[in-house]
């Protein structure tokens, strides 16, 4: 192991960071799985750890925060090594880039510009953005997101650029609106075949309009849906353990049974 490696417990942030550095470098030319690494196979996998970055933030749970950080600064790392080694960029290239953009799109910190309120912020970042060469204020979304992330960023930008509800009692409305619109699809004669293609698309425009009032009363809808599901996987294994201790099967059961154990996970 080369000598430059700092000790166990590096003691400041730049020491701390020439160590995984370091440790990486060795990695990379000792390690047989560390070795045959690209850019693509690390790919999946970092997606793996920003989510489970995402579920200790969730929980609050400090210590696995901490950890997934460190393991998403690892793959941050990696890449830059990779880059690196086919002479594209390093990973002080990658610091500085970013340093450099961060100065550029707050210039009410480090420029002229006054911005004294966070909508302001907003607004000239989407306008530095497109004097960048952004062909559009909603081409910083990237593709590959989650719908329910998308929805959510697609609406922040619109609402950088001023394109936006007055009052959220009006986006209320719009939400009414849209259920009644998707209601409408299947109230329909019994000989009528419904149109799933249209109920889809009109259950799309409901739950953008739902997406669009929890920002308003600032609930952030990725977050509360992933609660509500850790909330039902948490009472549905209750209701599991339940059965099990009294020697049912949960396909054995009748609804009114479960519902029995599924009421007391609910008073837990």
């Known amino acids: 192991m080369p000598n430059n490696i700092p000790p166990v417990t590096a003691p400041d942030p730049a020491s701390a960071f020439l160590r995984l550095l370091n440790v990486l470098d060795t990695l990379r030319t000792q390690c047989p799985w560390d070795k045959k690494q690209t850019m693509e196979t690390l790919r999946h996998l970092t ?12 929980e609050g749970d400090q210590q696995e925060i901490k950890k997934e950080l460190g393991d998403v600064m690892m793959h941050l790392v990696f890449y830059a ?6 002479k594209e960029f390093d990973i002080v290239d990658v610091l500085n880039g970013v340093c450099d953009k961060l100065i550029h799109r707050h210039p009410h910190i480090y420029g002229d510009i006054v911005a004294e309120d966070e909508a302001t912020v907003k607004r000239n970042w989407e306008k530095i953005k497109l004097k960048e060469g952004n062909k559009s204020v909603l081409g910083g979304v990237p ?10 960023r697609i609406q922040e930008k619109a609402r950088g650029v001023g394109f936006d509800w007055e009052d959220k009692t009006q986006v209320w409305e719009k939400v009414e609106e849209e259920l009644q619109e998707f209601k409408n699809e299947f109230n329909v004669a019994d000989n009528t075949a419904i149109d ?10 409901l739950l953008f309009s739902l997406i669009n009032y929890a920002r308003f009363i600032n609930i952030n809808p990725e977050n509360a849906l992933e609660k509500t599901n850790k909330k039902f996987i948490k009472r549905f294994q209750y209701l599991e353990e339940k059965a099990k201790e009294n020697g049912k099967a949960l396909q054995d059961m009748t609804l009114a049974e479960m519902d029995i154990y599924w009421n007391e996970a ?3």
């Open 196 to 205: 799933h293609d249209k109920a889809e698309s009109e259950f799309g425009d």
């Open 266 to 268: 609910k008073t837990r």
């Open 143 to 152: 593709a590959g997101l989650p719908s329910l992330v998308k929805a959510s």
């Open 81 to 86: 090594r990779i880059a690196a080694e086919n």
């Open 47 to 58: 997606i793996e750890e920003t989510y489970e970055l995402s579920d200790a933030i969730l």
